[in-house]
């Protein structure tokens, strides 16, 4: 895929370093974008020791300004899986990242199946890891309505990840105002987001403020606790074991249980 940028910028103290503005990944042909990933301004540096020995080592890296349109087409298959014609090059397999750091970084999620689209803002992400094979560390923050959203846990390694394993481990956390979220699990081959084996489950003290977050406004019922299984892939996702519960106290106590499938 064609990789365009604006300027760049060397230095070698006190490590070495890189400054790249205007950084531009191309999309899918047929896409509805030209451009995957745009990034306003993106800096690294790099461990000398490593480059000297032949590997590549990122000491921290800060990205900044930065749109990513994440996509499927009409079969569901992502714009982030690499076709036959497309390889991914030899040394990202030998990649090490330390620190990753974002700042204001619009995501955007389009579903070529039912062709809807969602972007989420995010103000800041941090991501850490010792080396690329231990689990990353994040913490996201960002705004939902105006309220304070925040997202933190681990992931699978950077070498997993870009190994394409056939699980990935995802263990996240989330908090809005008095709701709780989490999704824990695995992913089966991460790039292409196969097949999702993940325990969801969300609490809130009011229903109505859970539901306000989608954009659904409801009459207030009281407290909501619910946790279901999701699989299948993110074409066609299945909810099992499905626990419900809303209410209780002062307003009446709903429970529902099942299995959601397409």
Known sequence: R????GTVGLSLLPRPAVEISE????????????????????????????LLTGHIKIVSITVSDSTVLLETDPDGIGNWVMSK?????GWLSKLEIDEFQVDKLTLTFRDGVTNTAKSVQIDQAH?????????LQLEIQTKINDKPFKVSGTIGSL??????????????????GATRLSAHGTIDRPQQMETLHL???AETTETA?????????????????????LEGSLAAPKLAAIDLAVGGGDTPLIKVSGDIAD
């Open 2 to 5: 064609e990789l365009d940028y």
């Open 23 to 50: 950084l531009r990944l191309a999309n899918v042909t047929g896409a509805a974008q030209p451009w995957m990933l745009q990034i306003g301004r993106i800096s690294a540096d790099f461990d000398l020791a490593a």
């Open 85 to 89: 014609q497309e390889t991914t090059p």
């Open 127 to 135: 991501i850490e890891a010792t080396s690329a094979r231990q689990p």
């Open 159 to 176: 070498s997993t990840l870009m190994a394409n394993a056939a699980t990935y481990p995802v263990n996240l956390d989330a908090q809005i």
């Open 199 to 201: 325990t969801l489950i």
């Open 209 to 229: 403020d859970l539901a306000a977050l989608f954009g659904v406004a409801v009459t207030p019922m009281g407290p909501l606790r619910a946790s279901a299984q």
